[in-house]
């Protein structure tokens, strides 16, 4: 079993930056890969960024791509997600999410191909 923990949500001007962590505790970590998703009231759960555990590769919406970077340290079991250029449309209740198992690259968008949730951080851009 993998317990996941977010934390780094707050408020922020639009223009400004934050960063997410998410630590991971339980099974090791190996070949699967971390997640972020968000969601607001009344929406759909939303992919917003993924890498691989080992090999580092990164995948992206394209609502957020050239603003956030996912990175992860492995000998932490923590994944981070680094948001610039913020916008109020970013404001959502941030979701860590991880897989133990390898997909082929598409099946990282999806949400129901991810195992373990933390509970979630409210992230709140204000204009």
């Known amino acids: 079993q993998v317990q996941l923990v977010e934390s780094g949500g707050g408020l922020v001007q639009a223009g400004g930056s934050l960063t997410l962590s998410c630590a991971a505790s339980g099974r090791t970590l190996s070949s699967g890969a971390m997640g972020w998703f968000r969601q607001t ?3 759909e759960r939303e992919f917003v960024a993924a890498i691989t555990w080992n090999g580092g590769r990164t995948f992206y919406a ?16 923590t ?21 133990l198992r390898y997909y082929s690259d598409s099946y990282y968008y999806n949400q129901y191909r991810y195992d373990y949730w933390g509970q979630g951080t409210q992230v709140t851009v204000s204009s």
Do not use: H, W
């Open 41 to 43: 009231s009344g929406k």
């Open 62 to 77: 394209d609502s957020v791509k050239g603003r956030f970077t996912i990175s992860r340290d492995r000998a932490r079991d």
């Open 79 to 99: 994944v981070y997600l680094q948001m610039n250029i913020l916008k109020p449309e970013d404001t959502a209740v941030y979701y860590c999410a991880a897989t």
